[in-house]
Each structure stands twice: as structure tokens, then as C-alpha cells.
């Protein structure tokens, strides 16, 4: 099949990225299509006229939501900083922390005191004004620590230097950092970790290897800790499906500044066409599990039924945010599986914590990835694909790690990260 790619407009002036099959779903939506030669000359111009009339909608919105807070603010031991799905929230849920918005889409409060004014006009010429904001905020909440779950977060890095040995940045890996491959030199030099708890000693040893500043930890997955703490009780390792198949976003953003992430989509529409020959040729159960959610899941489920047809195919769909009770259906859905395939991600890796026989498939060739031997495979050729789930599918759990002969917590650590928060917990209860 030959990959095609469709790009539409909302009305907030952002560019999608899209599989065409599913092109009536955003015309039905009044979502405006743009041809290929108009999203060349969006993305050229995207640092200009596009990207100013977004930001003056931004701008519009967040003065028409937002409530002004003035006066003195509480001092609070903890700020947490930019929690969007509530992962944070819940591990310090029994603590009186202070929560900072930091996303112009997400901001609903701005603080303001004379202390705070006092410092953005002063320090005008110095940097942007949301960063003296920033600054000067957190310098009146005066709290012990700041911890964020989003490690990539530039603000989060030009504060957690601004503030080295004056308060505790303390940040937590969300996801694998294969954007990091593809910074360049200045970029990398802007990031700094105070600490950064991370996923597995591949990623310590990736941030090393890259030359970023900080002070790594082997912690282990944040959201894994969460679900196993969550479901304790009803986990459910009954096998369902014989193949979990990670997916990727089939409805992205497009960023002008990330091209490399244009192939994400046609990538993975080769392995759906390879997977799909698979599963009807061995007549195998399948489930995939979405990452989207919002309207961009609807398009993502619509795509999926046409594609999959009458196939033994599951659709695994996540809950918005911690609080929404399906948020970790993924991580049920690779429990019931005997196998779990991908391209590279985040899950993907999780998959280890649970001792899952697991194939990361990267047509990349340029390694930007844990895997290896019986756990990769990089080619676009179904037969390529086909002998290696074969392989997986005979040979039992053991053999399979046997093969591997990874290191211990090299692709996801096994240690449980409410450790490390119930450490800090105790630490500033004696403060």
C-alpha cells in the first residue's frame, strides 16, 4: 500500500497530520484540508504570520478564562509544575502543595503582587516576561522542592538553574527522549537537571553519552508505579490476545522546527499493513491500544474499525487523564497479551516491567533505541516481521530474556518510584 498522508486546519490554526482514509472524518468536522504544497508553505512561513495569528488566539482565550489572583500567596513546601494529567497530584495527594499552570492553554490563575511586578519590569531586558512570572512566583510561594513529570519542559531546565542550590528541582522521565537525538549543540546545552529520576540505566546512560547537564537516578516508570499501586489487587495476567500492538498518534500536530517527526505516521502505517496480513494470515486475536484522546480518539477508533474490518481486533482506549478510570487500559491490555509489539515509545519499554516478550520495529537504521537481536526488528518486509513473531511465539518467556541478556533495570528499572517520593514526603516532614 502506498502510504498517503492528509494535513488539515481547526480553527485555532492548528495543522494536523493524518492517514487520508480517514479524511471524512475531519471534513465532516468542518476541519478545513490543505493540499502539499500549502503545508510546505505553512511550515516555511510557520515561524511568522501562521504561528503569530495561533499565538493571538492563545493570547485571546487565555485572557477571556483567566481569573487574576492578587495580593500576598501562601508559602507551600511543594510546587507542583505543570501536571496535565494529575500523575503528580496523586502522589502527593495527601500534601498541601501549590500547582503551576505553565502552559499558556492550561493557565486559568496569574498571581500578581507588588513583589511580582516589581520583578518582571525590572528584570524586563533580562529574559521573557512568562519567565520573570515564573520566577518571581515561585520565589513568593518560597516552597522546599519543585518536581515535574514533564523532564523536557524548557522552562523547567532555565528554572531548575536559575534556582541550583537555592530550591530543589526534581524532575521525573515521562517519556523516552529520542527527540534528544536530533537537538543541536546550544539545545542540549539549555537542559539541566538538578535531578532527574529516570526510566532505566539506558536512558542515564543515553543522557551521558549525549553530554546533558545533571544528576541522574535509576527510578523506574512513574505511571507503571502508579498502575501497579492503583489496580494492586485486580491485576489480570489472564492472556486475551495472542498480540498487543502499541500505537502511535495517527493524528498529530505538526511542529515546523520537527520535521523528523513526519515520518512517524507513514512508519507506522507500514507496520498496520504488515500486522494486519499477519493476524489474518495466522487467524491470531489482536488489540491496539490508542493514544489519543479527545476527538483525535474518535479519529483514531474510526480508523482502526475500517482498517481492521472483520479481523479478531480489539480497540484499547485510555481515559483523558489519572482520574478517568480507563486512563491505564494500555497497561491492562499488555498483561492480556502473550506478546507486544511497537515502534519505539515509552510503553513499549514499560512492557519489560511485566515481563512481556516484546518486538520494537524501527525502519529508522539509526538506533535511537534500547532494543536488540529477538526484540528488533528493522525492516519494512512482512516476511522480515512474520519470522520474527513467529520466533516470539514458540519460545517461552525465559528464553527469550535468556537471549536478551540485558542488563538489570537497563530497559525500564523494576524499582517502585512512591519509594522515592514517600523519601521526600519524609524529608520535608522534618523540615
Known amino acids: 500500500?502506498?502510504?498517503?498522508?492528509?494535513?488539515?486546519?481547526?480553527?485555532?490554526?492548528?495543522i494536523y497530520q493524518t492517514p487520508s482514509n480517514i479524511d471524512n472524518f475531519f471534513l465532516n468536522r468542518k476541519f478545513k484540508k490543505i493540499n502539499n504544497a500549502e503545508i510546505k508553505d505553512l511550515k516555511k512561513n510557520n515561524k511568522i504570520f501562521f504561528r503569530?495569528?495561533?499565538r493571538i488566539n492563545i493570547y485571546f482565550n487565555l485572557f477571556k478564562r483567566v481569573k487574576f489572583m492578587y495580593g500576598l500567596i501562601k508559602k507551600k513546601k511543594i510546587i507542583i509544575f505543570d501536571d496535565i494529567t494529575g500523575e503528580l497530584s496523586f502522589f502527593f495527594k495527601k500534601k498541601d502543595f501549590f500547582l503551576i499552570n505553565s502552559r499558556l492553554i492550561n493557565i486559568n490563575k496569574l498571581y500578581f503582587n507588588i513583589n511580582i511586578l516589581k520583578f518582571i519590569i525590572l528584570n524586563y531586558f533580562k529574559r521573557s516576561i512568562k519567565l520573570n512570572y515564573l520566577i518571581a512566583l515561585i520565589s513568593n510561594i518560597d516552597p522546599k522542592i519543585v518536581v515535574t513529570f514533564i523532564d523536557n519542559s524548557k522552562e523547567?531546565?532555565?528554572?531548575?538553574?536559575?534556582?541550583?542550590?537555592?530550591?530543589?528541582?526534581?524532575?521525573?522521565q515521562n517519556a523516552t527522549r529520542g527527540d534528544y537525538h536530533y537537538l543541536t549543540k546550544k539545545?542540549?546545552?539549555?537542559?539541566?537537571?538538578?535531578?532527574?529520576?529516570?526510566?532505566?540505566?539506558?536512558?542515564?546512560?543515553?543522557?551521558?553519552?549525549?553530554?546533558?547537564?545533571?544528576?541522574?537516578q535509576n527510578a523506574g516508570s512513574l505511571r507503571t508505579s502508579i498502575f501497579v499501586n492503583k489496580f494492586n489487587n485486580e491485576l489480570n495476567q489472564k492472556k486475551i490476545f495472542d498480540i498487543c500492538l502499541i500505537g502511535k498518534n495517527l493524528v498529530k500536530v505538526v511542529h515546523a522546527d520537527l520535521n523528523y517527526e513526519?515520518?512517524?505516521?507513514?512508519e507506522y502505517l507500514i507496520l498496520l499493513e504488515n500486522i494486519k496480513r499477519y493476524v489474518e494470515?495466522?487467524?491470531?486475536?489482536?488489540?491496539?491500544?490508542?493514544?489519543?484522546?479527545?476527538?483525535?480518539?474518535?479519529?483514531?477508533?474510526?480508523f482502526y474499525e475500517k482498517f481492521f474490518g472483520s479481523l479478531n481486533v480489539s480497540i484499547s482506549m485510555n481515559g483523558k487523564d489519572l482520574y478517568d478510570r480507563n486512563y491505564f487500559n494500555s497497561y491492562k491490555s499488555i498483561l492480556k497479551s502473550e506478546i507486544v509489539v511497537g515502534l519505539n515509545s515509552t510503553l513499549l519499554r514499560e512492557s519489560f516491567y511485566f515481563d512481556k516478550k516484546t518486538l520494537c520495529v524501527d525502519f529508522s537504521q539509526k538506533k535511537k533505541q534500547p532494543f536488540k537481536d529477538i526484540s528488533l526488528c528493522e525492516s519494512?518486509?512482512?516476511?522480515?516481521?512474520?519470522?520474527?513473531?513467529?520466533?516470539?511465539l514458540k519460545m517461552n518467556r525465559d528464553d527469550y530474556f535468556k537471549n536478551l541478556n540485558y542488563p538489570e533495570d537497563y530497559i525500564v528499572s523494576k524499582n517502585d518510584i512512591f519509594t522515592e517520593i514517600n523519601n521526600i514526603n519524609q524529608?520535608?516532614?522534618?523540615q
Open 380 to 392: 519494512k518486509n512482512f516476511n522480515d516481521l512474520k519470522f520474527k513473531l513467529d520466533l516470539l
Open 156 to 172: 523547567f531546565h532555565y528554572l531548575s538553574k536559575y534556582f541550583n542550590k537555592k530550591i530543589r528541582f526534581l524532575a521525573i
Open 1 to 14: 500500500m502506498k502510504t498517503k498522508i492528509s494535513y488539515f486546519v481547526d480553527d485555532k490554526f492548528n
Open 281 to 302: 494470515e495466522k487467524k491470531l486475536s489482536l488489540v491496539v491500544c490508542c493514544k489519543n484522546y479527545g476527538f483525535k480518539l474518535d479519529a483514531e477508533k474510526f
Open 427 to 430: 524529608t520535608l516532614e522534618r
Open 52 to 54: 503569530l495569528k495561533r
Open 262 to 266: 513526519d515520518s512517524i505516521i507513514p
Open 187 to 216: 539545545e542540549k546545552e539549555k537542559i539541566f537537571f538538578q535531578k532527574l529520576f529516570c526510566i532505566g540505566g539506558y536512558d542515564i546512560e543515553l543522557l551521558k553519552n549525549l553530554k546533558i547537564s545533571g544528576n541522574f
